[in-house]
């Protein structure tokens, strides 16, 4: 029992590990941030209340990521820390939590490529409007929110794995 509870609290932190190293592959063989898979995770850990620990493991390697794309370490680091406060509110006022991360996934890229690329890099302002890879994120984030659904032990969640059995209980959430 107890190293099914050690796998089964590493298993988040090896998702974070996966998905930089899916980013920084696409990143390597595109020669653009195209994919944020990273980023489609971090959302949804927000929207799920995770750890604070899980949180920081991921914020430091989205600022790897940075250092990889941009040269700079934690360049969007201001930005994504003001999506866990917003994220954590949306996830009390909203129950079913794909609206509110697909909104909170559009306007992060939508402020990152404002802020960073057209403010700081500067990019041209045509260029922030017409990413496609709005769309493509979109979906990677649609296909690791239906992963936490389905699960692999019937109900219980990959991404969310706190008590015994790595559901949320109620005494948890305060309901």
């Known amino acids: 029992m107890l190293i099914f ?12 590990i996966f998905f930089f190293w899916l980013d920084s592959t696409a990143f390597l063989i595109s020669h653009s941030q195209g994919l944020n ?3 489609c995770f971090f959302i949804l850990l927000t929207l799920n209340n995770s ?6 493991f991921a914020l430091f390697f989205l600022s790897l990521q940075d250092l990889l794309v941009y040269n700079l370490f934690g360049l969007s680091l201001p930005l994504l820390i003001l999506i866990i406060p917003l994220g954590y509110r949306l996830s009390r006022a909203i129950e079913w939590q ?3 991360a697909i909104c909170l996934l559009t306007s992060t890229l939508f ?3 404002l802020l960073i690329h057209y403010f700081l890099l500067d990019a041209t302002l045509v260029s922030v409007f017409t990413k496609g ?3 493509v994120n979109i979906i990677v984030l649609i ?3 239906s992963l936490k659904i389905a699960g692999r032990q019937g109900n219980r ?3 969310d794995m706190r008590g015994k059995s790595g559901l949320l209980t109620k005494r948890y959430l305060g309901r």
Do not use: E, G, K
């Open 5 to 16: 509870n050690l796998i089964s609290q590493t298993i988040p932190y090896l998702f974070v």
């Open 157 to 159: 969640s990959y991404f």
């Open 111 to 113: 402020l990152q490529h």
């Open 37 to 39: 898979t990273l980023l």
């Open 143 to 145: 296909c690791i929110w």
């Open 98 to 100: 794909l609206f509110p």
């Open 51 to 56: 750890r604070i620990a899980l949180l920081l």
């Open 133 to 135: 890879h709005y769309f």
